[in-house]
């Protein structure tokens, strides 16, 4: 739940930034996000200066630069110990709403549209202000804290007693694809769409705070439980635009060792998301949520 834009202080922030009218409160969201007229404002939390940093020049490095609209930076800075950044507000239907309408053929083909997308964002050159974490280093603090993670979560005690095994027989190298700018939750909730006379296509991307340079098979897991949710045709049509063999052998494992990896991975949410039966094990669910 976001916290709620305190009338006084949005008042202040709508005076200094001479926003055209009250700022109202997005409903979804990590952080405070409010929109006056066609703009939209990211205030964020008392030492957050990093993330807005990496927020405000992610938009500054792909404006043009990809197939989807980006909002376009009006300002950043700090107001009264919170860093905001100032941004257009996107045209376009947010995905997550109209996905459950949508059947099989328009969801491939938003896949295949993601799929390019990826493509060109992994080309982009990263903005410095990213965080870069060592990949070996990441990996192995990630799994020293996965099992304690999970259980905060609820998830199965038979999927958490089988992590480490399942780790230790992993492929987490970096991968034939390198290194570059991810954006981590490409998700329906983050993407717009609109419709055109061959059906809808991808129109915008947005939150960019989250962005890091990692691998870019990293940015796999993410898409297959967040946008794919699991449909196997679908995933599919996104590793083929985004330039990965989806017939690769023991793809599927190194995807699921790489949500594993993911820092907001949550195994419980995953397996909602899905409808999967948990009694599997992983083995069974890296191939259900993974293969194509």
């Given at each position: ?27 979804r ?44 930076l009006?300002a ?47 080309r ?5 202000s ?18 304690a ?46 419709p ?97």
């Open positions: 739940m976001q916290p709620s834009i305190d009338p006084e202080l949005g008042d202040r922030l709508r005076r200094a930034l001479r926003l055209p009218g009250p700022l109202t409160r997005f409903a969201g990590s952080v405070l996000v409010g929109h006056s007229g066609d703009a939209v404002l990211k205030l964020f939390m008392p030492g957050e200066e990093a993330h807005a940093r990496a927020e405000a020049d992610c938009l500054r490095a792909l404006a043009g630069r990809l197939p989807v609209a980006t909002p376009e009006r950043s800075g700090s107001f009264e110990d919170h860093p905001y950044v100032l941004m257009s507000r996107l045209p376009g239907r947010e995905l997550y709403e109209l996905w459950p309408e949508l059947g099989r053929a328009d969801r491939e083909e938003l896949g295949r549209q993601l799929g390019e997308l990826m493509r060109c964002l992994g982009v050159p990263p903005p410095n990213l965080p870069r974490p060592e990949w070996e280093g990441w990996c192995a603090e990630r799994s020293a804290g996965l099992q993670r999970q259980r905060r979560f609820r998830v199965e005690p038979a999927l958490i007693d089988a992590l480490p095994a399942f780790l230790a027989q992993a492929d987490l190298r970096e991968g034939e694809r390198g290194t570059g700018l991810t954006h981590t939750e490409l998700m329906l909730d983050h993407l717009l769409v609109a055109t006379e061959r059906g809808w296509r991808l129109t915008g991307l947005f939150d960019f705070e989250p962005a890091m340079v990692l691998p870019l098979d990293y940015e796999l897991s993410s898409v297959g439980i967040f946008f794919g949710g699991g449909e196997a045709s679908v995933f599919r049509a996104v590793l083929v635009a985004a330039g990965v063999d989806p017939d690769r052998p023991g793809l599927a494992r190194r995807i699921m060792a790489l949500f594993l990896m993911h820092r907001y991975c949550n195994l419980r949410f995953a397996l909602e998301r899905t409808g999967a039966d948990p009694s599997r094990g992983l083995g069974s669910l890296a191939e259900q949520w993974f293969r194509v």
